[in-house]
């Protein structure tokens, strides 16, 4: 029998109580300070111990992951989509290709709430529902040659609920990427500094993509080094451009960078994934991972205070002027990514099942990862909270609730309940050198905000607040595109899925012309959304825009039942709660916000019932906000009846694939001879590898064992 070290009893301990301190004083601090550095104890201690014990748990006693069992990237290695990776630098590629903008901005829009209900959901969320998820859809996709979700729905659940699932993911992954690209397209236009320092990563990812596959074969630690020295290199250089004469040449606008992006994203979906598309997420990691842990040691040594409340009096009435809702549902809808995003799954059954070495390395790279990002919207979270809340709910709140001015602006805020003087605004600007914060709603600016605060509190005091602004934006642009490509790849491996069931060639993912007309079409999809919301503020993307939140969660519903109907299938019926528990509190919420925002009778929730009072305003000749037409209103009642129908069809398309893995997992537990897994059958690995970043003892006298014989047999 194991018996566990008296001194990791001790360690343990010690990192229990800091996070149950930290959550301690969360919950029960009402009207003092508080110290944001508790959220980061809470999350911290949190994420260890879930780690550590609960997705030991899963991958020993309930997938029981198997080390000899030969992985996809191994036994189908063709150098295009199957390539085994290291361990680091797939790390480093599946965290940057979650990461997108969800963390970043979904948090910082639910702060109207309180900082409270965001902190539980981010954190509780993530440790037995988000990871859980990432976990299990990445190991079941390993187990059958990395097929995307939308095929393992087919080929598992059966061809009328797996047709749903595969229309439902793939309609609601040209949403998201669209979504996506629209954020990148607003943090980019007219800044040099941020499309100079971007566009470096590229040429530097081809460098290490070249150096790992040709010049060095295995040299991680060598192409980091060169890859993070240009990258600080490329950042640095970025202000000078901007402050030179090539500033004009780097000052693209937004319809200029749709095109760059298309082309970008085509280009990354068809070079081999080691060319481009892993270097260049792994490098961006460290500028992601480097940042948000600044800003974690910042937050400890600066200790500000939480300014916005615990809960908020938003939380329970639903009015709230950043988004309309009550805390259920609308708070899990909002923070989506950082707790529980569909948009993973996608992934995890997308790029990183055909490039994982090792099945053990699961753990790591599946639960981890998604710990990362939540910690990033913990983040996000704290930078939001620490601002003062009249300047928060003056940057997030719409023109037309708060005015154009910093008059009407101070004295909208103070209907809110909250107060800031005409010259606090107009500071806080002049401070970031923006010539003004008023209803920058999106969340992107008020985390720059925040972060500028924290660090100019550490480095370079009040003075560096709009270096750190600016760094911030350029930041989050960095975040999310690196979600874009890796995106935009799965999104051409779902369609290859589907069209290989009408036409076989396209079911061989690496076959040449299916991947140049797949990522074509997947592009020109986005990309037409994303042009036509640049050029028409209120068409394209912009009007797909409010059906992110609960399209990208009705995703995750999807990934949940078949987890759970896998689970079932393959006789591990008494552990179906790990994603059946998820998975019922994740379509209770999310069928919850679909059926208020198709049916509420509140204009500013409702889609059909805001379509009626723009119709009968069109009717009565009348021009409401944010209206400056009667196009614009028309263009609005159209939108609403879109996004109206949409929520509907995807609502429904999810109903029926959760009933339909339903009816498959009972039946499985009525008859068990019945069930049959379409899974890959076993091969022996041939490669050794560390289950984590670090080798164990026992792992390193197997590799130079291991090394040690193919020195053997090749004299």
């Not at 500033?247 to 979906?269: D, K, N, Q, R």
């Not at 270097?279 to 800003?295: A, E, V």
């Not at 709140?397 to 004295?411: E, K, L, N, R, T």
């Not at 078949?562 to 552990?575: A, Y």
């Amino acid at each position: 029998m194991r018996t566990t070290n008296p001194r990791t009893i001790v360690i343990w301990t010690l990192v229990a109580l800091v996070g149950a301190a930290g959550w301690t004083v969360l919950a029960l601090s009402r009207g003092e300070e508080v110290s944001a550095a508790w959220m980061v104890a809470a999350a911290l201690g949190s994420y260890a111990i879930g780690y550590r014990f609960y997705s030991r748990f899963i991958v020993n006693r309930v997938l029981k992951v198997d080390r000899t069992r030969a992985t996809p990237a191994e036994r189908l290695d063709n150098g295009i989509d199957f390539h085994p990776t290291d361990r680091r630098v797939l790390l480093g590629h599946h965290f940057a290709a979650i990461a997108g903008a969800g963390p970043l901005v979904g948090p910082v829009l639910a702060a109207q709430m309180g900082y409270l209900p965001g902190t539980i959901w981010i954190i509780v969320g993530v440790i037995f529902a988000g990871a859980v998820q990432d976990m299990v859809v990445l190991f079941f996709s390993t187990r059958r040659n990395g097929k995307s979700l939308g095929q393992m729905a087919r080929d598992e659940i059966g061809p009328f609920g797996g047709a749903a699932a595969l229309l439902a993911a793939f309609m609601i992954m040209i949403i998201l990427l669209g979504v996506l690209a629209l954020v990148i397209v607003n943090a980019l236009a007219r800044s040099p500094w941020g499309t100079f320092s971007i566009g470096m990563t590229i040429p530097i990812a081809l460098l290490m993509g070249f150096y790992l596959r040709v010049l060095r074969p295995g040299r991680v630690s060598e192409v980091t080094l060169i890859g993070v020295a240009l990258l600080l290199l490329s950042i640095v250089a970025g202000r000078w451009v901007a402050e030179s004469s090539l500033a004009e040449t780097f000052t693209l606008a937004p319809s200029t960078l749709v095109l760059w992006m298309v082309a970008y994203g085509f280009i990354a979906s068809v070079l081999p994934v080691w060319m481009l598309l892993a270097p260049r997420d792994y490098l961006s990691t460290f500028m992601k991972i480097g940042t948000i842990g600044l800003l974690a040691l910042g937050v400890v040594i600066a200790m500000p205070d939480l300014r916005m409340d615990a809960v908020t009096d938003f939380a329970g009435r639903g009015d709230g002027p950043v988004f309309a809702g009550s805390l259920f549902p609308f708070v899990f809808i909002t923070i989506a990514c950082g707790a529980l995003s569909g948009f993973h799954s996608l992934i995890a059954s997308g790029t990183t099942p055909k490039m994982i070495q090792k099945e053990t390395q699961i753990r790591m790279i599946g639960y981890g990862s998604m710990l990362m990002e939540s910690f990033v919207a913990v983040m996000a979270l704290v930078a939001a909270c620490i601002i003062d809340p009249g300047l928060y709910f003056a940057m997030n709140a719409p023109a037309g609730v708060i005015g154009d001015s910093v008059q009407s602006a101070s004295q909208a805020v103070a209907n809110l309940g909250y107060t800031i003087s005409p010259s606090d605004l107009a500071k806080a600007a002049e401070a970031v050198e923006e010539q003004s914060l008023l209803s920058r709603t999106g969340g992107a600016p008020t985390l720059a905000v925040g972060v500028s605060e924290i660090f100019s509190q550490v480095v370079g005091g009040s003075g560096m607040k709009a270096f750190w602004y600016h760094f911030a934006i350029m930041f989050e642009a960095l975040f999310i595109l690196t979600a874009l490509d890796a995106g935009t790849r799965v999104g051409r491996f779902m369609l290859q899925d589907m069209l290989g069931n009408v036409y076989k060639p396209f079911r061989n993912i690496s076959w040449k012309p299916g991947i140049v007309i797949t990522s074509a079409v997947v592009v020109a999809l986005w990309g037409y959304f994303l042009w036509v919301g640049v050029h028409e503020p209120l068409g394209g993307i912009n009007q797909l825009f409010p059906i992110f939140g609960i399209s990208n969660q009705l995703l995750a519903a999807v990934a949940l039942a078949v987890c759970t109907t896998l689970l079932v299938k393959s006789g591990r019926l008494k552990w179906a709660w790990i994603t059946g528990i998820p998975l019922a509190w994740d379509v209770t919420v999310t069928l919850t916000a679909s059926w208020q925002k198709v049916f509420s009778g509140d204009p500013r929730v409702g889609f059909f019932t805001q379509r009626e009072r723009y119709q009968d305003a069109i009717d009565a000749d009348k021009l409401l906000p944010p209206a400056k037409s009667m196009d614009d209103m028309h263009t609005i009642v159209t939108n609403s009846t879109v996004d109206g129908v949409l929520s509907a069809v995807l609502a429904l398309l999810i109903v029926v694939v959760v009933v339909d893995a339903a009816r498959v997992c009972v039946k499985a537990v009525r008859n068990p001879a019945s069930a049959t897994l379409d899974e890959a059958p076993f091969v022996e690995s041939k490669l050794t590898a560390p289950a984590g970043l670090w080798a164990t003892k026992e792992e390193k006298a197997e590799g130079v064992r291991d090394a040690s014989e193919r020195a053997a047999a090749g004299r």
